[in-house]
């Protein structure tokens, strides 16, 4: 086990090194730097004072010279300075991380919480009619847009009931906060619902098949029995993937909903440093979803293996 964790982790090395390099020449690429954007909003700045200024920040230099002193300031732990924010690239990612990670927590136990039970219960009642209505609800969950319904409970909850605010958690605390977190995190969680349902469906259904369930039932297992204690610890491996899968969203936010909600997350932070280009804190946004992912997928590795002996034993 200790080997494969070795083994996986080096190769996540590897792609995130990759990725870096793929996002620093895409970032690149972009039509202008910060200093262009300082010559077109300053018109007495020279010309003599703007090649001054390029030169001080390295922007006269190849891309691929930039990201090797980038790189080398990385592995010292330096991540640079925000241009849009006016400071450390990790004092002012810290906020918009702490909001993503307890919007994005919230709204993925309330989906799992809510998900698995209804995906267990379809499998055990397949092909009745509460089978036929939870496949429905998790059609719809999947189908509905995110901002559509973020705004239809901002109408209902907010607007025509006044019982929640429409948005918004600047310097907020308590209680406040989390009246502030109800409705960002119901649509996220309801937008999400669907797919895990339906993939606890699917795997249950799909072990139920195996010759080990025949064999529990020959045994006189009876069928709550059988589901619980025997397929759905197997069942819950794809439902692991889509969780590791999910682990890189965590940490890079839910762009719409942040904006629908004016939630001040991960999501709107990367999108306004790439506009605005604040290489330095895209390119850490960035790169950090790339790392959760991968963190996610070795983590899923670890839960198969303690899910499936069979796992474990190759």
């Known amino acids: 086990m200790t080997r494969l964790v070795v083994s996986r982790l080096m190769q996540s090395v590897v792609v995130l090194l990759a990725m870096s390099v793929v996002v620093y020449g895409l970032m690149g690429l972009m039509p202008g730097d910060p200093i262009d954007l300082m010559i077109a909003s300053d018109p007495h700045l020279s010309p003599l004072e703007a090649a001054r200024l390029k030169a001080l920040y390295g922007l006269d230099k190849p891309w691929t010279e930039r990201y090797l002193r980038w790189l080398g300031q990385v592995m010292q732990g330096e991540f640079g300075y925000s241009r849009l924010y006016a400071k450390p690239v990790g004092?002012?990612?810290?906020?918009?991380?702490?909001?993503?990670?307890?919007?994005?927590?919230?709204?993925?136990?309330?989906?799992?919480?809510?998900?698995?039970?209804?995906?267990?219960?379809?499998?055990a009642k397949a092909g009745r009619w509460i089978d036929g209505a939870i496949n429905l609800l998790a059609f719809a969950s999947v189908s509905v847009p995110t901002f559509w319904l973020g705004l239809m409970l901002i109408l209902l909850f907010a607007v025509a009931l006044g019982w929640l605010p429409a948005g918004g958690v600047d310097s907020l605390s308590g209680g406040e906060r989390l009246r502030h977190l109800v409705l960002p995190a119901a649509t996220l969680a309801m937008a999400g619902l669907g797919q895990f349902a339906r993939h606890m469906r699917a795997a249950l259904l799909g072990e139920a098949a195996a010759d080990y369930v025949r064999t529990a039932r020959a045994k006189g297992?009876?069928?709550?029995?059988?589901?619980?204690?025997?397929?759905?610890?197997?069942?819950?491996?794809?439902?692991?993937?889509?969780?590791?899968?999910?682990?890189?969203?965590?940490?890079?936010?839910?762009?719409?909903?942040?904006?629908?909600?004016?939630?001040?997350?991960?999501?709107?932070?990367?999108?306004?440093?790439?506009m605005g280009n604040d290489f330095n804190l895209a390119l850490s946004g960035l790169l950090l979803a790339t790392a959760m992912t991968l963190v996610g997928s070795i983590l899923a590795d670890l839960a198969y293996a303690g899910l499936d002996p069979r796992v474990r034993l190759g």
């Open 91 to 123: 004092t002012a990612m810290a906020p918009a991380l702490a909001n993503t990670v307890l919007l994005m927590l919230t709204a993925l136990g309330v989906a799992l919480a809510v998900a698995l039970p209804l995906g267990i219960l379809a499998a």
């Open 221 to 274: 297992c009876g069928p709550l029995r059988v589901l619980l204690r025997h397929q759905l610890r197997n069942a819950l491996l794809p439902v692991t993937t889509i969780l590791a899968l999910e682990l890189g969203g965590l940490f890079s936010g839910a762009l719409i909903t942040e904006t629908v909600f004016a939630w001040p997350g991960m999501g709107r932070l990367i999108f306004e440093a790439v």
